[in-house]
């Protein structure tokens, strides 16, 4: 049975009304509608990371290999939805602003010795010094204490905890079950208490952003909303993460070193699906449009709607860029740290996408003159 699109616009229906007579697209519309894709976005990431927590409150209660391959699923079903989120960072939002959860719920690269034993170091990291005490409010404290690869906590803490070290050049790291069960495993009973613990910091902070975005209140999105000033926050939100961070920070560095230390989601080896959401989720803000856990496809006055009042050939070529850099991601093969290295297929996909990634911000810059903010600010913030 098909699924049926259904489509929720907050634009006047097109077959209403005769083209000469649509409203065209201002600018209060479109910050409007992206505060509502934003925030059903956080909605639907929650809602998987919450999936995620049940699937882990199942397996630590009575751990088998059934059951980490269960909570592994649901960790990769639930990075789909938060890797869109990403085109909604670099501006000082909920997500990275001063007091933002960013560092806790996505810290890379992770230093896995920091957290559990590694392959020759059997007693090192917090679950296996008994001293610290294992609550949220401590591991958050020591989320990058002493140094920005010393990550406690988040999506990669709780990777590692389910897959382990990935030593294996032709697949993911392969944690055995029994490092959950005591009287297999040294402090099987603290790895179970930690597991919970991040999962739990991870689903919170998800519900925060989600509630900094919601309707009706005093809140963030009113804020945003009402600032004609969001429009360039949010695009340069956009060109910061296609050209710094994916192009940049998550794809060139790697490519740079050919090194499995450089990769997003070296445990799980999910690091070409991270790619291919991130440039997912830079379209849908542009195109003012996100498909939801449901089906439902949310779509309104967009970004490239109002580059079209402006440019219309412009916009269509942007739109066409977007499009071809997630398909450039779509053709990276997995694993992304066999991908990188010299004189592999794999490499030029990888190539390829970063060419694309770079175009399309350079488009993007000249859309965003043509809305009449002179400067688009691609780099990370400090």
């Keep these: 049975m098909r699924l049926k699109i259904l489509i929720v616009s907050l634009a006047t229906a097109s077959f209403a009304l005769p083209a000469f007579a649509q409203k065209a697209v201002t600018q209060e519309d479109a910050l409007s509608h992206y505060a509502q894709l934003v925030h059903a976005n956080y909605t639907d990431s929650a809602a998987s990371a919450r999936s995620l927590k049940a699937a882990v409150d199942a397996f630590v209660k009575t751990p088998s290999a059934a059951g980490l391959i269960e909570a592994r699923k649901r960790w990769r079903a639930a990075r789909e939805w938060y890797g869109q989120t990403e085109a909604f960072r670099f501006y000082g939002g909920p997500i990275d602003g001063e007091d933002g959860p960013e560092g806790r719920m996505n810290g890379w690269p992770m230093d896995e010795a920091y957290v559990d034993s590694v392959e020759g170091s059997p007693n090192t990291g917090i679950i296996n010094d008994r001293s610290v005490k294992l609550d949220a409010e401590t591991l958050v404290a020591l989320n990058e204490k002493d140094g920005e690869e010393n990550i406690s906590t988040g999506w990669h803490a709780i990777e590692f905890l389910l897959w382990g070290q990935d030593l294996r050049a032709d697949g993911p790291g392969d944690r055995a079950w029994t490092d959950f069960v005591d009287g297999k495993s040294p402090n099987a009973d603290r790895r179970r208490t930690y597991l919970q613990i991040v999962t739990d910091l991870l689903v919170s902070d998800l519900e925060d952003l989600t509630q900094a975005w919601t309707s009706g209140r005093k809140n963030y999105r009113a804020d945003f909303v009402a600032d004609p000033a969001s429009l360039a926050k949010l695009i340069s939100g956009l060109g910061a993460l296609s050209r710094a ?116 911000t350079e488009t993007l810059a000249q859309a965003t003159q043509v809305l009449g903010i002179k400067h688009l600010n691609t780099a990370l913030p400090d």
Excluded: Y
Excluded at 269 to 296: C, K, M, P, S, Y
Excluded at 305 to 324: I, R
Excluded at 337 to 342: N, P, T
């Design 245 to 360: 961070e994916l192009a940049g920070e998550r794809m060139e560095v790697a490519l740079d070193s050919q090194s499995q230390e450089d990769e997003h989601s070296c445990f799980s080896d999910n690091t070409h699906r991270d790619i291919v959401v991130n440039a997912l989720g830079i379209r849908n803000v542009w195109r003012g449009e996100f498909q939801r856990t449901d089906g439902v496809l949310l779509k309104g006055p967009s970004l490239r709607a109002l580059v079209a009042t402006k440019d219309e050939a412009l916009a269509d070529k942007l739109d066409a860029q977007l499009s071809a850099s997630v398909s450039a991601a779509e053709a990276i093969p997995a694993p992304f740290d066999q991908a990188i290295l010299a004189d592999t297929p794999g490499r030029a996909k990888v190539e390829a996408t970063v060419v694309a990634l770079k175009k399309q």
